[in-house]
């Protein structure tokens, strides 16, 4: 046998060795779903694995070498359109990506999004560091061991029939790519003093990590969409490598102090998005499986526990309704504080003395409908018992059903937001009514629904609220409304008087 028989018999049994890796994710021989591979699709790179690493690291090191090489004036992206989600189709461009996609299911030609896989090259350098030529090999070896569990991972939310559109290479170089972004981007979660040079048009600054830069808000919301991720433990490897690495630079805080947490990291960069996070929970005690499980679980209210619902259950109908603010405030005396507590999560609405509810304040933005509408699918996903945001987002949609609501609301400190007019917060919270499973509320905010109601069905209440009303709805009715009641006093001391004199006379 000659030497291209052998090479040729090598490669048919390093093709079936591969392909049976591909069978076994799935059960069954579903190549194509798995990324679109065959077995002569496999052959190509299938050999030995540090063999076959090694070229793939130089193939990739020359793509690297080409982005590093550009001038600070390049731009990789052809896509100008970065506007937040038009009312056409608006629905459908809730869950889709405005600046980078991540994993598979947004990926589409190069350069359709402001972050392309040129942007995402430039940070595999970036991540790694000075030895990324001699390193790479070792991060992709660590991605051809993982790719059963990521192809598991994208099998188990989207089918098990999923078309990846991909070869097996491809796949595990965009998990690469995208972790290595992901890792750099979070690196900016330690404020504006180290961005902002970026953004003041200094030639010096790369082009790359401009265009990051200037992206960073919609990136942000980006990352945190339901079907625009990857399986948190890629990025827990490529984090760990990287520190392994150099364990004197170890990422946090962007630079070289510590010993560094992506979930830390992860946490302080989405710190900004308006919703707040559960300061009482550790960093490090439960299974992630992607970013927006993270952010997901550090939402959830400091007191969560199951509440009895049988006794408020008669008293709320099926759509577990409460009234909106104003009618609230105007019926049954109800008004609404600020929490004082910064670093907690909005969704830790109580009541208090008085029948008062306490909230912190909820700052709504462009992003906010994007990040709620993903978080609520994310709780209706197979597998999520959690729906505490789904409860919120039907409480909000209760108490706010007109401009007043919100204008009562900005009023006490509890809703602040940066849309065009009230009535678009309205619009914002209204969506939900036909979206959430109202079979999950009231859930954790039972306790505050049964108080709501407890007060709207006091009579004492109802006199308070309408007395309140009648005499206290202005400042000069309540000025008024004193003056009178001090004048009766005096009146009524001063018959007392007269009357005790008289006696003694």
Not at 22 to 35: K, P, T, Y
Not at 65 to 92: G, H, M, N
Not at 179 to 201: D, T
Request: proline fraction near 3%; charged fraction near 30%; glycine fraction near 6%.
């Amino acid at each position: 046998m000659d030497s291209s028989e052998k090479a040729k018999g090598k490669e048919k049994v390093e093709t079936t060795e591969a392909s049976e890796t591909i069978i076994a994710v799935g059960g069954e021989d579903n190549s194509r779903a798995a990324g679109g591979l065959s077995p002569g699709d496999i052959g190509a790179y299938a050999s030995r694995m540090d063999e076959a690493t090694d070229v793939w690291a130089k193939k990739m090191l020359d793509k690297i070498d080409v982005v590093l090489q550009r001038a600070p004036s390049y731009t990789a992206s052809k896509s100008i359109s970065t506007a937040p989600a038009s009312t056409e189709d608006r629905d459908k461009k809730l869950y889709e990506p405005r600046a980078v996609a991540i994993g598979p299911h947004h990926r589409k030609e190069d350069n359709y999004f402001r972050i392309t896989d040129e942007h995402k090259l430039w940070c595999v350098k970036k991540v790694i560091g000075d030895s990324y030529k001699q390193d790479l090999g070792k991060f992709l070896g660590k991605m051809k061991e993982r790719e059963e569990d990521a192809v598991k991972f994208y099998r188990e939310r989207y089918g098990k029939d999923y078309n990846f559109r991909m070869d097996s290479r491809s796949f595990l170089e965009m998990l690469m790519l995208d972790s290595c972004f992901i890792l750099f981007a979070l690196s900016f979660h330690y404020g504006h003093a180290k961005v902002l040079p970026n953004l003041s048009g200094f030639t010096s600054v790369p082009w790359a990590r401009r265009d990051i830069v200037r992206a960073l808000d919609l990136v942000k919301s980006d990352l945190l969409l339901l079907s625009n991720q990857i399986p948190f433990f890629i990025l827990e490897d490529v984090f760990k490598m990287k520190n392994d690495i150099d364990p004197t630079k170890k990422m946090q805080n962007g630079g070289n102090e510590g010993n560094g947490s992506i979930r830390e990291d992860a946490l302080n960069f989405f710190d900004n998005l308006g919703l707040g996070r559960n300061s009482s929970k550790g960093t490090e005690k439960k299974e992630v499986d992607h970013l927006l499980d993270l952010y997901h679980m550090y939402l959830e209210p400091p007191d969560h526990s199951s509440n009895n619902l049988e006794d408020i259950g008669l008293l709320i109908d099926p759509h577990r309704y409460v009234p909106s603010a104003t009618e609230l405030r105007r019926k049954s005396a109800v008004n609404f504080k600020k929490k004082k507590i910064v670093t907690q999560s909005v969704l830790d609405v109580t009541t208090c003395k008085f029948g008062h509810i306490q909230m912190p304040a909820l700052r709504v933005e462009d992003h906010t409908n994007i990040l709620l509408h993903n978080l609520v699918s994310f709780e209706e996903s197979p597998g999520t018992t959690d729906s505490y945001i789904t409860a919120y987002v039907a409480f909000m949609d209760c108490i706010v059903q007109r401009e007043e609501d919100v204008e009562l609301l900005e009023n006490r400190g509890v809703l602040e937001h940066r849309l065009t007019s009230p009535a678009e917060v309205v619009a914002l919270f209204g969506q939900f009514h036909n979206v959430i499973d109202h079979q999950k509320t009231p859930g954790y905010l039972a306790k505050v629904y049964k108080e709501v109601i407890r007060c709207r069905h006091s009579k004492w209440r109802r006199m308070y609220a309408d007395a309140k009303q009648r005499y206290c709805s202005s400042v000069w009715l309540s000025i008024s409304f004193v003056a009178g009641i001090t004048l009766s006093v005096a009146a009524l001391i001063q018959t007392i008087y007269t009357i005790t004199g008289s006696y003694k006379k």
